[in-house]
């Protein structure tokens, strides 16, 4: 019998997990080892993947996969395999360390995902970095200084993970930042609503022989289960100081600290390193594996021997690299390959999942001796309660819909109120300085190029935080997770990750923390993937340029357009990632393994918080880059001055005002404007513009278009203030008021064989907008991208085959729509 084979609230005791080596460490790290109960909670929505309850909390396993672990009922499990707990044995007090020089402790946080990290690092480093409700929102370490008692507190926040072996980014990253930075003090941070599987960490971090300060953080939900520990014992048996925190309340901190000073100055008598007992045939290959080790002294005063030997018995290749400076390294490894072999032999399985066991069994043991449950859990049944209704066969998916419905109609309906206010004031602002300063290049500067760039970006801030306060509302209650447990069937369709889900959501807001959400992907490939398809979703950089461009064309339509837009980037995304699949990610996917926090109410003030500090990035990047550009861009438009007319307009201009007649005014402003579009023609700007006019000419641009365009790669609100600022030269607006947007629909070509005719005609606005959801994301990204996939090459190539799409659905759009005659 499989887990599969049972039906929702079915309980069963796991046998065993067969499957490929990766796939099944995982399984064991989240608690899925024999001889521990599972229930089925249920299935998501669309049948798969399938949430199971295990070791106090909740995962979601797709059934591919659940049919590798085989069950057995409890009754069965009790009368044919003997329970082999692990126990603490031998302990010794720790040796002599020389303390470091100075007053400054160094200390990493590390913990599961959602043990409440983040929330200790804000606290005691009175920053606020971003904390959320689900996996993988820490995904860069944090540093910050701080003191305390005089000491000099240097705490970094690390990515959380579940254990320490080889499995993810995130693992191996903290396990590194352990073994390289070597920090005096780490504090492990656990999740007091499940005990056993964050001890689990804290018992790789025993064999690590690191200096270890437990937070048994959230320790108020404890309190409210009414449930009681032994914190003293529990100390005292695994030689480690656990100190009770809540931590998003302050409390407990400084008590925290004070017991990390405590150790740090090995005052605390409590505190021993312990050597988890993994059965006698282990330990034996550990101690034979040892003796070899220590044969090279410089790696056992970096490492504890026990460690790599226990590391290199488990067969994880990562940790090779430690001993690669020892002389006999081909000896080690081929006897951790021999006593390997040895062991799964004489167990009859592998010797990584002996050691899992042995782990949860001393974890199992020590927490019986110390811990009593009360048995209710108000938090647990909430979250059951409020799942019945979220993860709903039914009502999920159609929920889920409704709120991704919601979140855009709110950001774009409600968004425009503020949007025309604000775009108000900038233009009375302009207005006010036109008219009261002197004539001349600083006023030409500060109107045309400040207000009109930045001021034609910062109205869409009010858009911008709409989203920022759904994306927040969702990470900070633990939605997001759901949306992952419910979208996961369809992702999987189009051979992604219902984890991809979350970044490609992420992508929505801005693309560079979307390209940093993917850390939460364990497998490479589903990563890389991830990373590539993400362009196309339309960041909030780019609704500046789709209000704009299709408010301008399509008055009446513009948020079916703009949603349209939207639309068409997610199903692009989605046939470019079947095509990616296809052809460059063949290889197997990763399991589907993920924990469902508790749902948890952050309280408003939070979210709005979380939400300001993400606008509050959007209006940085304005203020610096923005600014920078606008000026740039202006000046590019500006200069030079001396500009040699084809015609001496000055003159015919006074001639014909002369005149004074109608048809002398009109005529006045005709010669206005040729001599303003030909010295915007021969301004360093218009020079650039028309050399790239041959390749935009087919998509239906205009010189003005395909600058605006280049100048979005720094970022793309960019393309509004670009075109804020030539279009803001033009005439026309000498009445003042017309907005931009009615200066796009106004525009008209002034020479040429289409002179006279609309430049923004419904099928060039269309292949604009095409060309500006598709082509390269900005500078950042493209960073990003390198950074995070290590290789600028997958850079380069996001660069150039995002613009080739652009370029040919722009192509195709406005060919295909002049053959037809469209707009
Ligand atoms: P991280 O992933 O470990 O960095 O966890 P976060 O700091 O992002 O916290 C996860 C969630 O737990 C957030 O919603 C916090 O507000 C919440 N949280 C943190 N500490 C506590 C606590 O002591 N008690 C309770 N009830 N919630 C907490
Ligand atoms: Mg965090």
Redesign the pocket.
């Known amino acids: 019998m499989t887990l599969n084979d049972l039906h929702t609230g079915d309980s069963a005791t796991i046998a065993r997990v067969r499957g490929r080596g990766a796939f099944r460490k995982r399984l064991n790290e989240m608690g899925f080892i024999r001889g521990k109960n599972v229930t089925v909670v249920k299935s998501a929505p669309l049948r798969d993947p399938v949430e199971y309850r295990i070791l106090d909390s909740n995962v979601s396993l797709r059934r591919s996969e659940a049919s590798l672990v085989e069950v057995i009922s409890e009754a069965d499990f009790r009368s044919t395999v003997p329970g082999r707990p692990g126990k603490v044995s031998d302990s010794f007090q720790r040796g002599p360390v020389m303390p470091r020089p100075g007053k400054t402790i160094e200390i990493a946080l590390v913990?599961?995902?959602?043990?409440?990290?983040?929330?200790?690092f804000n606290r005691v480093s009175r920053s606020s970095e971003h904390?959320?409700?689900y996996?993988g929102?820490?995904v860069d370490s944090k540093e910050a200084l701080f003191s305390h008692r005089g000491y000099t507190f240097r705490i970094t926040?690390l990515p959380?993970t579940y254990s320490l072996s080889d499995y993810s980014s995130e693992e191996r990253y903290v396990r590194e930042h352990i073994l390289a930075k070597k920090p005096d003090v780490v504090v492990n941070?656990i999740d007091a609503n499940n005990l056993e599987r964050n001890l689990y960490l804290t018992s790789q971090l025993i064999d690590m022989d690191v200096t270890v300060v437990v937070a048994l953080?959230?320790?108020?939900?404890l309190l409210a289960r009414k449930d009681t520990i032994d914190l003293g014992l529990l100390s005292k048996l695994l030689g480690i100081r656990i100190v009770p925190?809540?931590?998003?309340?302050g409390k407990g901190i400084y008590r925290l600290l004070n017991h990390v000073i405590r150790v740090f100055e090995e005052k605390d008598p409590d505190i021993r390193h312990i050597h988890i007992n993994y059965g006698e045939e282990i330990e034996r290959s550990v101690l034979k594996l040892q003796e070899l080790i220590r044969l090279t002294p410089s790696l056992t005063d970096h490492y504890s021997s026990r460690f790599i030997a226990l590391k290199l018995l488990e067969r994880d290749d990562s940790c090779a690299y430690l001993i690669s400076g020892a002389g006999n390294f081909m000896e080690i490894k081929a006897m951790a390959r021999e006593e390997n072999q040895r062991i799964s032999n004489l167990f009859k399985e592998d010797t990584d999942s002996l050691i899992t066991d042995a782990r949860y069994g001393f974890i199992a043991g020590a927490l019986k001796q110390t811990m009593k449950r009360s048995g209710a859990d108000p938090g647990f049944n909430r979250s059951q309660r409020i799942d019945r209704v979220l993860t709903h066969k039914y009502l999920g998916l159609p929920i889920f819909m409704g709120f991704l419905w919601l979140m855009f109609h709110a950001t774009f309906t409600l968004g425009n109120y503020p949007m025309q206010w604000i775009e108000q004031g900038v233009g009375l602002l302009g207005e006010f300085i036109h008219a009261n300063l002197a004539q001349g290049i600083f006023r030409d500067m500060l109107v045309d190029g400040i207000i009109g760039g930045v001021g034609g970006v910062i109205v869409f801030l009010p858009n911008i935080l709409i989203l920022f306060f759904f994306i927040s509302l969702m990470e900070?209650t633990g939605y997001m997770a759901r949306s992952a447990f419910i979208m996961d069937k369809v992702m999987h369709l189009f051979g992604l990750h219902g984890k991809s889900f979350i970044p490609l959501i992420m992508g929505f807001g801005c693309n560079v923390p979307a390209m940093m959400a993917t850390r939460t992907l364990e497998d490479r490939n589903d990563r890389l993937l991830t990373m590539l398809i993400i362009p196309f979703m339309s960041c909030s950089a780019r609704l500046p340029v789709y209000v704009l461009v299709a408010g301008a064309i399509f008055p009446e339509t513009a948020g079916n357009v703009i949603f349209m837009l939207y639309m068409i980037g997610v199903v692009f995304s989605l046939l470019m990632s079947i095509l990616f699949k296809k052809t460059l990610f063949r290889k197997s996917e990763a399991p589907f393994v993920m924990e469902l926090p508790i749902y948890?109410n952050?309280g408003i003030r939070?979210i709005l918080r979380h939400m300001w500090n993400k606008g509050v990035h959007y209006l940085k990047k304005m203020g610096g880059v923005i600014l920078l550009a606008s000026l740039v861009i202006w000046a590019l438009g500006y200069f030079p001055r001396n500009v040699e007319y084809s015609k001496d307009y000055e003159q015919l201009i006074s001639l014909e005002e002369q005149k004074d007649t109608e048809q002398s005014d009109s005529q006045v402003i005709i010669l206005n404007q040729q001599m303003e579009s030909e010295r915007q023609q021969n301004s360093y700007i218009g020079r650039l513009g028309m050399a790239l006019e041959p390749v935009i000419r087919p998509l239906g641009f205009d010189w003005k278009m395909g600058i605006s365009l280049v100048t979005g790669f720094a970022a793309k609100e960019i393309v509004v203030s670009t075109m804020g600022v030539l279009y803001h030269a033009d005439p026309g607006n000498e009445q003042g008021t017309a907005s931009l947007q009615e200066r796009i629909r106004t525009q008209v070509y002034t020479e040429g064989p289409r002179a006279g005719t609309r430049i923004f005609t419904p099928l060039a606005g269309v292949s604009f907008l095409l060309f500006v959801l598709f082509y390269l994301p900005c500078v950042a990204v493209i960073a990003t991208v390198g950074r995070e996939s290590g290789s600028w090459k997958w850079a380069a190539f996001v660069l150039f085959y995002t613009t080739a799409i652009a370029w040919t659905a722009s192509f195709m759009v406005y060919q295909l729509g002049s053959l037809l005659q469209l707009g």
Do not use: A, F
Request: hydrophobic letters at 20%; charged letters at 20%.
């Open positions: 913990g599961n995902p959602n043990s409440g990290k983040t929330t200790l904390v959320g409700n996996s929102v820490t926040d959380g941070v953080n959230m320790y108020d939900d925190t809540i931590s998003h309340r900070d948890r952050p939070v």
